[in-house]
């Protein structure tokens, strides 16, 4: 019988690096993750996307829309800087709603429902195109750090890859925990495991980390379900889209559907109150004021004998229904039978309950206003892992971040957006001055400049600064070049053609406005109400000679001419606001000031600046506790 013998070798004589060096690693490939693989590699930086699954990219995992009140103006920012998530909302979307439209122009709020498997497999689709950027399928546990500076990743495979810088973007994978009921189990999502060690990495390294809760519901099998005997909600007549690009117009639509709870549903909620994790104290982690779940609401809103649920499709070819406004933690067999309490779901069956997860995050008072961490250079936090909720605002911190490290590495200056030029800004300086206590989520109260950041002028505003970083395309700038010049040429002759009544009457007694009296200009006709440039050119032979001369864009021309004339007033005086505000953003404070000792400054305000680190004199009077008078007296500190 023969024998044979093996030499035992030393790992390192046979193995090779399988990695090159990279200019920047993503950490999670959600939303964050996915806006920021796509801005980094398209900005020409050597990118690797570290996820478990890339073919869960941008995935849907609560409701399958986009969109909505500020997140809808997010959305359309993300597209003028050159991101990739409207373009993918185009494409994907089954419904498409302009909310607030009986608002002014600063509250309209696009909203779309997405195919929610399409949503994911067309952003895989569009990374993989991108030659710059490639895929490893893992999960990471430690950052690698020299010199208190990120040189790379190690992951769960024992394999170490190095970066010039990391980007994390975790989302509800951190120490993630599922429950449902007195189950609790691990999982980033239901189906899939959470990310281990790298929240304790994190904290040996110095960061400050807590626990935050959100939830999802049940998913139900659309063939059990009666719509007949809910409200129907269908799309606009005329839908719009998220990019301005040339995405194809949305021309056919799935409804969504209305239905309410009642007192027996809260009743039979009610009998699962005893075995739920939140009341009985088993989840620690703060969940979403704003999106509360169903048994919250019933104790929060005891007065109210119903909630009212939005019942949502989750694509083309589903039978899959999402229902909106009935996230639980309670038992499964709890859920099931109030579920079937309620108009339309008498029969319902379920293909999985609804759940809470809990997870890490850290506070983001630890970042610069680049998303770079202030204890490790280099190293970027973005979406969900900084306190955040929703896709939308996760997806515009990825791209912060991205063309943050993307600019550092080539040694320019940061890209940082003012809280007058866009939502982006508004979430970046709140999160990084103000920190979060519970799960931060956009609103249009939040923005001071409303009026200023409209969703129908983010091209306008955004596009020409993001091409001058080398993201946005030559293509897009040129089209926003072009739609201001017809733009400016619209309102110019609005402004200074006078319109004699036989050529309009008709027209304003059909809108039920009075007829004109005299020859007037044809800018105090638009001021009126029931007047639209867009009905006026049928009318009038000189507008319509100048409409028909545009080959692009021509509704959002007509559109931002409108407001722009119509709230003319308004908008002047919030740009004279913010320019005078502005000159404190522009008043900058050095790292290395130790607040604790100008003892002019009360206390409190020293110890929140000492922490906080602020960028901007206008960064630091927004800082809880912090007075006039402190701001005063480090106006005069600095001047010194």
């Known amino acids: 019988m023969f024998q044979f013998y093996i030499k035992s070798v030393p790992r390192e004589t046979y193995t090779y690096s399988m990695f090159e060096e990279y200019d920047v690693i993503i950490v999670g490939g959600g939303h964050a993750g996915s806006e920021a ?45 050159g991101g990739m998530s409207g373009i993918i909302t185009d494409r994907t979307m089954i419904q498409f709603r302009m909310l607030n439209k009986s608002k002014g122009p600063a509250m309209w709020s696009p909203r779309a429902q997405s195919d929610k498997k399409l949503f994911s497999t067309e952003w895989l689709h569009e990374l993989e195109k991108l030659e710059n950027l490639d895929f490893w399928e893992d999960t990471v546990s430690d950052i690698l750090v020299e010199d208190n500076k990120v040189v790379g990743v190690k992951t769960m495979l024992d394999i170490e890859i190095k970066s010039k810088t990391v980007i994390l973007t975790n989302g509800t994978f951190l120490n993630g925990t599922i429950h449902i009921g007195e189950k609790s189990f691990g999982g980033g999502r239901i189906g899939e495991k959470s990310s281990k060690g790298l929240t304790e990495n994190l904290v040996a390294l110095g960061f400050e980390s807590d626990r935050m809760k959100t939830g999802t519901p049940v998913r139900v099998d659309a063939r059990t379900v009666d719509f007949s005997v809910m409200t129907e909600q269908k799309g606009d007549e005329n839908p719009g889209k998220f990019s301005f690009t040339d995405t194809k117009q949305l021309t056919n639509q799935q409804s969504c559907h209305l239905t309410y709870t009642s007192l027996k549903v809260h009743d039979i909620l009610r009998t699962g109150f005893e075995f739920s994790p939140m009341f009985v104290g088993r989840i620690q982690g703060v969940g979403p004021r704003y999106c509360p779940s169903i048994e919250d609401k019933i104790e929060r809103f005891s007065d109210k004998d119903r909630h009212q649920l939005f019942v949502e499709p989750e694509g083309w070819n589903s039978n899959e229904i999402y229902v909106n406004g009935f996230s639980s933690s309670l038992p499964e067999d709890i859920q099931l039978k109030a579920l079937r309490e309620i108009i339309g779901f008498e029969k319902a069956k ?53 063309i943050n490290a993307v600019l550092k590495i080539n040694n320019k200056k940061p890209f940082i957006l003012k ?39 983010a091209d306008l505003r955004l596009t020409p600064l993001s091409n001058k970083i080398g993201l946005a395309s030559d293509e897009r700038l040129k089209r926003v070049i072009y739609k201001k010049e017809k733009i400016k040429i619209l309102i ?49 032979e000189p507008l319509r000679n100048i409409t028909n001369e545009i080959d692009c864009c021509l509704d959002e021309i007509l559109e931002e001419a409108e407001i722009l004339i119509k709230y003319e007033s308004y908008i002047q005086k919030e740009q004279d606001l913010a320019n005078r505000i502005s000159k404190h953003e522009n008043v900058f404070l050095k790292d290395d000031i130790d607040y604790m000792k100008i003892e002019a400054i009360s206390y409190e305000a020293r110890e929140k600046m000492n922490k906080i680190k602020p960028s901007s004199i206008g960064q630091a009077s927004r800082i809880s506790g912090v007075s006039p008078a402190d701001i005063s007296v480090l106006l005069v500190f600095i001047g010194k």
């Open 419 to 457: 809280r007058s030029e866009a939502y982006i800004g508004v979430l970046v300086d709140d999160l990084i001055t103000k920190g979060t206590e519970e799960p931060y989520r956009m609103f249009t109260s939040r923005a001071e400049y409303r009026t200023l950041l409209r969703q129908g002028n």
């Open 37 to 81: 693989a796509a801005a980094a590699a398209n900005m020409g930086a050597k990118t690797l996307l570290i996820t478990m699954n890339r073919h869960s990219v941008a995935a849907m995992s609560c409701n399958p829309a986009m969109g909505g009140i500020a997140k809808g103006q997010i959305v359309r920012e993300i597209d003028a800087l």
């Open 492 to 540: 110019e002759f609005i402004k200074e053609f006078s319109i004699k009544p036989e050529f309009i009457d008709e027209y304003l007694i059909s809108v039920g406005s009075p007829a004109l009296k005299q020859k007037i200009k044809l800018s105090n006709v638009l001021l009126r109400p029931q007047v639209s440039i867009a009905a006026m050119i049928d009318f009038i």
């Open 350 to 402: 379920i293909f999985r309950p609804g759940y809470a997860i809990e997870y890490d995050f850290f506070q983001p008072t630890q970042l610069k206003n680049t998303l770079e961490t202030k204890l490790i250079e280099n190293l970027y936090f973005a979406g969900q892992i900084n306190g955040t909720t929703g896709y939308e605002e996760a997806g515009a911190q990825g791209l912060i971040a991205s």
